[in-house]
């Protein structure tokens, strides 16, 4: 069973910092890319970042680009999200996900290429 546990969201306010983390249980953690996802009220779910499981590989939205850092600890089973210069448009519900390619070498944008997902956890930015 593959568990994904996001923590560290909060209310922040404008030009503050966040950093999210995601414990993953019950798959080879560093044999896969993980991503983060957001999702505001009444859109859909966006693509915020990604790294490879070797981390060599970095992706990331254009929104986040310069503000945002993905990075990931193997030995810990963890990925995290540094999230700084935050803005209100960033507010929105943060899901982490896996891959479903192990070892593959994309660093997805796509929801339908990760295959299990947190519950996810609220980052609240105000003006």
């Known amino acids: 069973q593959v568990q994904l546990l996001e923590s560290g969201g909060g209310l922040v306010q404008a030009g503050g910092s966040l950093r999210l983390s995601c414990a993953a249980s019950g798959r080879t953690f560093n044999s896969y890319t993980m991503g983060w996802f957001r999702q505001a009220p009444g859109k859909e779910r966006d693509f915020v970042a990604a790294i490879s499981w070797s981390g060599s590989s970095l992706n990331y939205a254009d929104s986040v680009k310069g503000r945002f850092t993905i990075s990931r600890d193997n030995a810990k089973n963890t990925v995290y999200l540094q999230m700084n210069s935050l803005k209100p448009e960033d507010t929105a519900i943060y899901y982490c996900?896996?891959?479903?390619?192990?070892?593959?070498?994309?660093?997805?944008?796509?929801?339908?290429?990760?295959?299990?997902w947190g519950q996810g956890t609220q980052v609240t930015v105000s003006s």
């Open positions: 996900a896996t891959d479903s390619v192990r070892f593959g070498l994309r660093v997805g944008v796509r929801p339908t290429e990760y295959d299990y």
